[in-house]
């Protein structure tokens, strides 16, 4: 009897320290390629590039708030892009004259911060 009682003693323990060190482990945020070029017309377009398996992005803050991410579709439809690792998507900066200084791109996964010089 003492030995089952000394068995799940030792069974209670490691479940307990297995999750202790299962909860401490926070994941790591999403990671991305940016890349910013000007198109034809000389207005500033933003490629993200996805190195992850697979993120579906919810949002994209330029400038805190300052300038407007829009994809192929229009403002309104714009948002969730789904993305697997390698491939890539086109966003247009509204104001056309939106200098690039800093991109944080919010995700199902959490959310990653980017600046440009």
Same mark, same amino acid.
């Given at each position: 009897?003492?030995?089952?009682?000394?068995?799940?003693?030792?069974?209670?323990?490691?479940?307990?320290?297995?999750?202790?060190?299962?909860?401490?482990?926070? %994941?790591?945020? @999403?990671?991305?390629?940016?890349?910013? !070029?000007?198109? &034809? #017309?000389?207005?500033? =377009?933003?490629?993200?590039? *996805?190195?992850?398996?697979?993120?579906?992005?919810?949002?994209?803050?330029?400038?805190?708030?300052?300038?407007? %991410?829009?994809? @192929?579709?229009?403002?309104?439809?714009? !948002?969730?892009? &789904? #993305?697997?690792?390698? =491939?890539?998507?086109?966003? *247009?900066?509204?104001?056309?004259?939106?200098?690039?200084?800093?991109?944080?791109?919010?995700?199902?996964?959490?959310?990653?911060?980017?600046?440009?010089?």
């Amino acid at each position: 009897m003492k030995r089952y009682l000394i068995a799940a003693a030792v069974l209670a323990a490691s479940a307990v320290i297995y999750t202790s060190a299962s909860d401490g482990a926070k %994941a790591s945020p @999403p990671e991305f390629k940016l890349d910013l !070029f000007y198109n &034809s #017309l000389g207005r500033p =377009q933003l490629q993200v590039t *996805s190195l992850n398996d697979a993120v579906t992005i919810k949002k994209i803050l330029i400038n805190r708030g300052k300038c407007v %991410a829009v994809g @192929p579709y229009g403002v309104d439809r714009t !948002f969730p892009v &789904s #993305l697997k690792y390698s =491939q890539r998507s086109q966003f *247009s900066l509204i104001p056309g004259t939106c200098n690039l200084l800093e991109a944080t791109v919010f995700t199902d996964q959490g959310e990653a911060a980017y600046t440009f010089q």
